[in-house]
């Protein structure tokens, strides 16, 4: 089973908001960390470092397989 590597950047706020940028997918891991590496220095990503995840997914799977709750549903529910 053939693999890919997806690099993420998340910041997280303390309102408990997050930002994500999806970076790209990769071929390999060197890859995918090589783009961490040269992101790493650029403005913005350079004062959070610690946001990047490199996560490897196998191709023709399912990676979420289970259903979901809408995050915005308690806020819709606060303001009635």
Known sequence: MR???IVQH???FGDGNEDVKMIGVY???A??????????RQPGFRD?????HVDAYRL???????GYVNAF???EN???
């Open 60 to 66: 023709g799977e399912d990676h979420w397989t289970s």
């Open 3 to 5: 693999e890919v590597f």
């Open 10 to 12: 998340v910041h997280e």
């Open 48 to 52: 959070c470092p610690e946001g990047f």
């Open 73 to 75: 549903d308690d806020v």
């Open 27 to 29: 071929s390999d891991r």
């Open 31 to 40: 890859s995918a960390e090589a783009a961490v590496e040269r992101l790493s």
């Open 78 to 80: 606060e303001a009635h």
